[in-house]
């Protein structure tokens, strides 16, 4: 069974920086795609897709117009973990960060979330 852990979420000003990590243990292989995903907090109970945030794959990087330039995903290729560094931080980036894995993006692998909010 496939575990996926994320952790480095917190409560920052404007301004700040944080860093995301996320492990995905008890898979047999390497997740071709590694991504973060948001959700606006407090509207979970909404239907609206989690916002993807970040991805990388064997073929590069993916990132939403909104952090480009801001934050940096990374990942080592020979395990399943995968790291957002996220600088210059907006009250608008306030979500519900989630990791997600797979064969494509929004692969079948979630963790469970991680708060992360920004006063302003």
């Known amino acids: 069974q496939v575990h996926v852990v994320e952790s480095g979420g917190g409560t920052v000003q404007t301004g700040g920086s944080l860093k995301l990590l996320c492990v995905a243990s008890g898979s047999a292989f390497i997740f071709r795609t590694m991504g973060w995903y948001r959700h606006p907090t407090g509207k979970e109970h909404l239907f609206v897709e989690r916002e993807l945030v970040a991805s990388i794959s064997y073929e590069g990087t993916d990132y939403s117009d909104t952090v480009k330039g801001r934050f940096t995903i990374s990942r080592d290729n020979t395990e399943n973990t995968v790291v957002l560094e996220m600088n210059d931080l907006k009250p608008e980036d306030t979500a519900v960060y989630y990791c997600?894995?797979?064969?494509?993006?929004?692969?079948?692998?979630w963790g469970q979330g991680i708060q992360v909010t920004v006063s302003s």
């Open positions: 997600n894995g797979g064969g494509t993006q929004r692969g079948p692998y």
